[in-house]
């Protein structure tokens, strides 16, 4: 059975995640299962998953789902074995990918299909907006479907811990950010920013460096146009650390589910994450008592990223992971989807109403903020640079050397510029 082939593949990716020369292309699996890649294992995410499958199952009644969902945050242990597989000639059908600069790293290997003439065939460059659509495209050409549109520069709190701190109002600045952790810590929360490990460290010093630098210099880190040497990135690092020293010591073993249960039960105040959090929270009962803002300094401006799917070169169902893809893209199966996931449809022709409040907000944000791009999750920059980034942030977490820190920033944008 294909389920078993999959369950092979997977055990022994993950055991080993060792190269294995392979012939590609394998001529399919004799039926009509689409095996769909995710790391939408649990929470909120999975909720969102089940939804759109809801819309595949009706769309496409010739085809079987198969979940192929990796669990942990960001799909960290995901990549690692979609990378064997992709590897040994073995791809899911289709597989979930941040849109954007990750995108680059599976184009160049030649290990996804060009969808181009699907964008034609479904409507979707009419669909989307046009500056989704460019940052879609790579040298003319689409290579992905997204889901959604998720904003990155949130900040979740417990509406409670802040009530009993008397911090009644969402900061505007840095400063005031300070003194509300102040606050907080004060009315006996030791750890009142909640904060996880690598990648989610990476998305508070982003959401830093958007709020000292500017949208522009901060989009132009990762085109070269703005140097990562600069007193500026100097000055957003001492505040990045400052914020550090605001945070739990464990930060650097848990996941981004942990640091939520922090907040949830009242050990942390404030939690920078991004908006798939609403979802999440509302799955487990938390809706009545959670709040949220923009990043301090941060409120015009709206860190992007995408959830999209890709076609893998050498899929054993072609047809249904067409299929799989243009639900994805469908006005029904956005909609569905993204009033699960605490994410917004990244289709035009959506209508508000049908979506929670935070959705809401988020979706006329989207229409008027200043886009900018996340390295965190891969719309900003390559897994190569991406990669560099977390375990830069790694080691600053535990050495607090911020010249150390921006020395391999720099490095690390030098060696994996992507333009």
């Known amino acids: 059975m294909r389920s078993s082939r999959r369950a092979a593949i997977v055990a022994a990716a993950m055991a080993a995640l060792l190269p294995v020369t392979a012939c590609g292309g394998e001529g399919g699996s004799g039926d009509n299962t689409v ?3 995710t790391w939408w294992a649990d929470g909120g995410e999975k909720v969102g998953l089940d939804a759109l499958v809801g819309v595949f199952d009706t769309r496409c009644p ?9 669990a942990g945050g960001a799909g960290a242990n995901a990549k690692q074995v979609l990378a064997s597989r992709l590897q040994t000639g073995s791809p899911p059908d289709t597989f979930q990918a941040h849109a954007g600069a990750e995108l680059v ?14 964008y034609d065939d479904w409507g979707l460059r009419e669909a989307f907006p046009p500056g989704l659509i460019d940052n879609l495209t790579y040298e003319d050409k689409i290579y992905s479907v997204p889901a959604n549109i998720h904003r990155a520069n949130v900040v979740w709190t417990n509406k409670q811990v802040l009530a009993k701190a008397g911090v009644t109002q969402a900061p505007t600045s840095m400063a005031e950010f300070v ?8 009315s006996g929360v030791t750890a009142p920013l909640a904060v996880g490990t690598d990648w989610t460290q990476l998305m508070l010093l982003e959401t830093v460096l958007i709020t000292v630098l ?8 990762w085109s070269g146009d703005t140097d990562w040497r600069g007193a500026e990135v100097t000055k957003a690092i001492a505040d990045y650390d400052r914020l550090l020293g605001y945070s739990n010591g464990d930060r650097d073993a848990l996941d981004w589910t942990d640091a939520e249960r ?29 709040g949220y803002f923009t ?7 709206f860190q992007w990223l995408a959830d999209s799917f890709t076609l893998p070169r050498g899929a054993s169902n072609v047809d249904g992971a067409r299929c799989w893809l243009e639900t994805v893209g469908s006005s029904d199966g956005q909609r569905e989807f993204n009033t699960k996931k605490g994410s917004i449809p990244a289709r035009t022709d959506a209508d508000p109403v049908n979506y929670p409040p935070y959705q809401q907000s988020a979706m006329a944000d989207w229409k008027t903020a200043t886009q900018v791009p996340s390295c965190a999750h891969g719309s900003a920059c390559s897994q190569g640079m991406q990669e560099a980034a977390n375990s830069a942030v790694a080691k600053f977490s535990t050495d607090h050397d911020a010249a150390a820190l921006q020395n391999a920033l720099a490095q690390a944008a030098e060696q994996f510029a992507t333009s």
């Not at 990043?295 to 401006?301: A, N």
């Open 179 to 186: 003194d509300a952790l102040d606050a907080v810590r004060a």
């Open 105 to 118: 790293d599976y184009i160049a290997a030649g290990q996804i299909e060009d969808l181009s003439s699907s």
């Open 295 to 301: 990043f301090p300094g941060s409120g015009e401006t």
């Open 262 to 290: 922090m907040l949830m039960n009242g050990r942390a105040g404030f939690q920078l994450m991004g908006d798939w959090e609403a979802a999440d929270l509302d799955a487990m009962g938390f809706r009545d008592y959670y």
């Open 35 to 37: 095996e769909v890649f």
């Open 214 to 221: 500017g949208p522009d210099e901060f989009t132009g880190l």
């Open 62 to 70: 010739a085809q079987t789902f198969e979940n192929g969902a990796i």
